[in-house]
């Protein structure tokens, strides 16, 4: 399928989509984010796809949603466009997606890769969500994930002041899982794909919505959730298999059912 601002390349176990605007930093226009909803919910039907990432450029991950194409808007032309319709479609991808981000994570580039599982970000990768600095706010998680991942007074401290935080603060701070030399950070995504493609699907899928849950769930509830779903999984033939093949001591087939 042909895009014009993203590029989807598949690669054995695990697809790549990477935001493509580079002269604007990868900036999030409609176009784009359709683009990228679209090839997720793609990828997400495709058997042969076990991981997705998403990244950007050297210089950008996403600079942020399009100024330009918002700077004129008014309130009803925002509830209009219903940009929240497309955030929250990425939000029910049931396949891991890790972000690889390098250089500029702001404003809704920040929160993209928020809404990733996992972000592996290269020693040059900025974050932040400078939404404040141009008469707004975040508009798509950053008031909430943030605010999860690295607690009230670091989030009121971003969110407020609109700076930019390094990679070696995000790694500090736990909104991200790891920091490598711009030259590896994709390899690193890709090597990270490539382990949990080699895991059995249904339960990299219930495992990850489970984790997931724990988000919007008190822990009585997100736990009786997680024991279903792991009651589940003795219903696949894939932990039949997976237990057979460590009593027998072999490496198990995964059939994905
Ligand atoms: N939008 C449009 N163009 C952008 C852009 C952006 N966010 N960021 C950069 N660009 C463009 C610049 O205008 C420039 O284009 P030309 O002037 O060459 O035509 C080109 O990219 C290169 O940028 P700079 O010349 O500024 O490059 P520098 O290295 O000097 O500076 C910078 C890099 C990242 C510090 C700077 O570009 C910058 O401050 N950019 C804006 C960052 C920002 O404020 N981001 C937050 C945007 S608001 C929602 C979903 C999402 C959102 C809201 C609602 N719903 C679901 C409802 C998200 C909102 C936002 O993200």
Same mark, same amino acid.
């Given at each position: 399928?042909? =895009?014009?601002?993203?590029?989807?390349?598949? +690669?054995?176990?695990?697809?790549?989509?990477?935001?493509?605007?580079?002269?604007?930093?990868?900036?999030?226009?409609?176009?784009?984010?359709? +683009?990228?909803?679209?090839?997720? $919910?793609?990828?997400?039907?495709?058997?042969?796809?076990?991981?997705?990432?998403?990244?950007?450029?050297?210089?950008?991950?996403?600079?942020?949603?399009?100024?330009?194409?918002?700077?004129?808007?008014?309130?009803?032309?925002?509830?209009?466009?219903?940009?929240?319709?497309?955030?929250?479609?990425?939000?029910?991808?049931?396949?891991?997606?890790?972000?690889?981000?390098?250089?500029?994570?702001?404003?809704?580039?920040?929160?993209?890769?928020?809404?990733?599982?996992?972000?592996?970000?290269?020693?040059?990768?900025?974050?932040?969500?400078?939404?404040?600095?141009?008469?707004?706010?975040?508009?798509? &998680? &950053?008031?909430?994930?943030?605010?999860?991942?690295?607690?009230?007074?670091?989030?009121?401290?971003?969110?407020?002041?609109?700076?930019?935080?390094?990679?070696?603060?995000?790694?500090?701070?736990?909104?991200?899982?790891?920091?490598?030399?711009?030259?590896? =950070?994709?390899? $690193?995504?890709?090597?990270?794909?490539?382990?949990?493609?080699?895991?059995?699907?249904?339960?990299?899928?219930?495992?990850?919505?489970?984790?997931?849950?724990?988000?919007?769930?008190?822990? $009585?509830?997100?736990?009786? =959730?997680?024991?279903?779903?792991?009651?589940?999984?003795?219903?696949?033939?894939?932990?039949?298999?997976?237990?057979?093949?460590?009593?027998?001591?072999?490496?198990? $087939?995964?059939?994905?059912?």
């Amino acid at each position: 399928m042909a =895009y014009q601002h993203i590029i989807v390349t598949k +690669e054995q176990g695990y697809a790549i989509a990477q935001l493509n605007r580079p002269d604007v930093l990868n900036a999030l226009n409609m176009k784009l984010m359709a +683009e990228l909803v679209e090839a997720l $919910e793609a990828l997400d039907k495709d058997e042969d796809v076990r991981c997705v990432i998403i990244t950007g450029n050297e210089k950008a991950f996403a600079a942020g949603a399009d100024i330009k194409e918002m700077a004129d808007a008014s309130a009803m032309d925002m509830l209009v466009r219903d940009m929240f319709a497309r955030w929250d479609r990425i939000r029910k991808i049931k396949k891991p997606i890790i972000a690889a981000v390098s250089g500029f994570a702001l404003g809704g580039g920040c929160e993209l890769s928020m809404t990733c599982d996992i972000i592996i970000a290269s020693e040059t990768a900025k974050f932040g969500q400078p939404e404040i600095n141009i008469g707004v706010m975040p508009g798509a &998680g &950053g008031t909430q994930r943030l605010t999860r991942a690295v607690g009230k007074a670091k989030a009121m401290e971003i969110v407020l002041t609109g700076k930019m935080i390094s990679a070696q603060e995000a790694l500090q701070w736990g909104l991200i899982n790891k920091i490598v030399p711009v030259e590896y =950070y994709l390899q $690193e995504a890709k090597d990270l794909a490539k382990e949990i493609a080699s895991k059995p699907p249904m339960a990299v899928r219930l495992a990850k919505e489970a984790v997931l849950k724990a988000f919007d769930t008190t822990i $009585e509830a997100g736990l009786e =959730y997680e024991r279903k779903n792991f009651y589940l999984l003795f219903a696949s033939d894939d932990q039949k298999e997976g237990m057979k093949a460590f009593v027998d001591k072999r490496k198990p $087939e995964w059939k994905g059912r």
